[in-house]
């Protein structure tokens, strides 16, 4: 009995070649469609589906693979007798090889505007059908779906194919079939606008191997949505430097969080370890650099910066003057990029600065399982407010406390923000009390806590903060409330004379 080949795939790049060296190692051709078509027009003989299983295709399409002669041939035992006198009676021919890849449900859906009619035509039926049921026989049936594996699946079915070879190709066919699947459901997910589904399967695209985690005895990858758009390290465009690391990724994914915030005029962002070490804004992008520099000139060495606006050659020569890891930024300019590609392994990283609505969910793994959350968007406007104590804040305290609540967001808890005007003078990031986290945050301000204000991401369970922020010199304080003893903070605040506005808003972040 001769060897058969189904193919029926949608990406065609190397099939003709492909198609011909299983010619040469003595395969039949079977295949549907559009496949059909392009193994007929490169010159190559293959029957038809409907001529082996004598049934015309129907429905558009729809329905043509899905056939007892087709799936028997392939889910059948070579091993098993029984199987072969069935087939024998019916004379149905095993089908020895499989090359499917599906319908393009990820490209469809990518396209602006598509229709729910559009995206449901592109899911795949009996491709995924016949990929499983050759990927459950491996023993018998070569099963291919990646058209980068041909040449390596003809190399070995020219000496056999071996077991594990089988196997690996048919694991690799049940998580493409699994990723498909998982969009699919996403998709619908999302359509159907449902919270917490009774079962979850999230699925990503591997981009790129690391050298190692945290540590150097740790393995890791990095992942990427399948439909990611807008600002993400998943779609940065890498100018300069070295790969990135695990701890890389996370804190220039901090940064990048951090930056977003304030769309509305140029903002730079200095990042360690995941909590932001300085932030400014200005008029240009030099001058807001300059502050976040400013803000905690020590612990910048050897950080993160994000910019949203592009770099020019000014913001370039400063940058340049300290030892950075990585820039984020929407764009270089060519002169910029003169500047800082001198060093070799400072990573330039050039990525959207705009949020993408998509990217809702946060996930975070435990021992055993996953949380999930909405991501932390809560934001403050001044009319959503509340003046607490006698004395208001000033026009200008108001836009410092709002600076300032966006920036606290972002630090680890317990978080305190000290600030001036548009700029950080000091922070306190995730330590086992407030009053630490404070203390922490009015040391590395020093002087510049004089006349600054204070934001902390919780409320205070006493009143000793307030003290604490009065002795640094804090005119004016922004907090949740929410406590039990508020009235103790806002008695402590009016004898010392600080304005204290509350927000009903928490933003701990663990």
């Known amino acids: 009995m001769k060897k058969r080949a189904l193919l029926s795939v949608s990406d065609k790049s190397k099939l003709v070649p492909f198609a011909k060296g299983l010619i040469d190692l003595g395969y039949e051709l079977i295949s549907t469609g559009g496949t059909l078509k392009a193994l007929r027009d490169g010159g190559l003989k293959a029957l038809a589906v409907s001529?082996?299983?004598?049934?015309?295709?129907?429905?558009?399409?729809?329905?043509?693979?899905?056939?007892?002669?087709?799936?028997?041939?392939?889910?059948?035992?070579?091993?098993?007798?029984?199987?072969?006198?069935?087939?024998?009676?019916?004379?149905?021919?095993?089908?020895?090889?499989?090359?499917?890849?599906?319908?393009?449900?990820?490209?469809?859906?990518?396209?602006?505007?598509?229709?729910?009619?559009?995206?449901?035509?592109?899911?795949?039926?009996?491709?995924?059908?016949?990929?499983?049921?050759?990927?459950?026989?491996?023993?018998?049936?070569?099963?291919?779906?990646?058209?980068?594996?041909?040449?390596?699946?003809?190399?070995?079915?020219?000496?056999?194919?071996?077991?594990?070879?089988?196997?690996?190709?048919?694991?690799?066919?049940?998580?493409?079939?699994?990723?498909?699947?998982?969009?699919?459901?996403?998709?619908?997910?999302?359509?159907?606008?449902?919270?917490?589904?009774?079962?979850?399967?999230?699925?990503?695209?591997?981009?790129?191997?690391?050298?190692?985690?945290?540590?150097?005895?740790?393995?890791?990858?990095?992942?990427?949505?399948?439909?990611?758009?807008?600002?993400?390290?998943?779609?940065?465009?890498?100018?300069?430097?070295?790969?990135?690391?695990?701890?890389?990724?996370?804190?220039?994914?901090?940064?990048?969080?951090?930056?977003?915030?304030?769309?509305e005029k140029p903002a730079a962002v200095a990042v360690k370890h995941m909590n932001p070490c300085g932030v400014g804004m200005g008029d240009t992008i030099e001058a807001a650099f300059s502050k976040a520099y400013a803000g905690d000139p020590i612990s910048i060495f050897g950080g993160i910066v994000a910019l949203n606006r592009e770099v020019n050659e000014a913001t370039a020569k400063q940058l340049k003057e300290i030892f950075l890891e990585i820039v984020i930024a929407p764009s270089f300019s060519e002169g910029a990029l003169a500047i800082l590609t001198e060093k070799p392994n400072l990573r330039l990283l050039e990525t959207d600065m705009e949020r993408h609505s998509s990217d809702k969910k946060k996930v975070v793994s435990v021992l055993g399982g996953l949380l999930i959350q909405d991501r932390d968007e809560g934001m403050v406007t001044e009319d959503m407010l509340t003046v607490a104590t006698d004395r208001k804040p000033t026009e200008a305290e108001l836009e410092s406390l709002l600076f300032a609540w966006k920036v606290v967001k972002h630090v680890k808890s317990n978080a305190i923000v000290v600030a001036k005007g548009d700029q950080t003078v000091g922070v306190g990031a995730g330590q086992m009390n407030r009053v630490g986290a404070a203390q922490i945050a009015f040391d590395q301000a020093k002087d510049q806590a004089t006349d600054a204000v204070l934001a902390s991401d919780a409320f205070f369970p006493m009143p000793d903060t307030v003290e604490n922020a009065a002795k640094a010199g804090i005119k004016a304080i922004i907090q949740p409330g929410g406590s039990k003893r508020d009235q103790d903070s806002i008695d402590a605040c009016n004898k010392l004379g600080i304005a204290m506005v509350m927000t009903a808003m928490r933003h701990f972040k663990h």
């Open 51 to 263: 001529e082996v299983t004598g049934s015309d295709e129907i429905l558009d399409g729809r329905v043509k693979s899905l056939h007892p002669i087709i799936h028997a041939g392939l889910l059948a035992r070579r091993d098993d007798d029984s199987h072969t006198e069935q087939l024998k009676a019916r004379g149905i021919h095993y089908i020895d090889i499989v090359v499917v890849n599906l319908y393009p449900f990820k490209e469809t859906i990518q396209k602006e505007g598509v229709s729910e009619a559009e995206a449901i035509e592109n899911i795949d039926i009996g491709g995924p059908t016949m990929l499983r049921s050759a990927a459950k026989n491996f023993r018998d049936v070569t099963v291919v779906v990646d058209p980068s594996d041909y040449d390596e699946v003809l190399k070995q079915l020219n000496n056999g194919a071996s077991f594990d070879f089988r196997k690996t190709l048919a694991a690799k066919v049940f998580r493409h079939t699994a990723h498909y699947d998982g969009l699919i459901a996403q998709y619908f997910i999302e359509q159907t606008k449902l919270e917490n589904p009774e079962t979850l399967s999230l699925t990503y695209e591997r981009q790129e191997v690391l050298r190692y985690g945290e540590n150097p005895h740790q393995q890791a990858a990095f992942y990427k949505a399948p439909n990611v758009k807008g600002a993400s390290l998943a779609n940065c465009k890498q100018l300069n430097g070295k790969a990135l690391s695990y701890n890389n990724i996370q804190d220039a994914n901090a940064a990048l969080e951090i930056v977003l915030e304030f769309p």
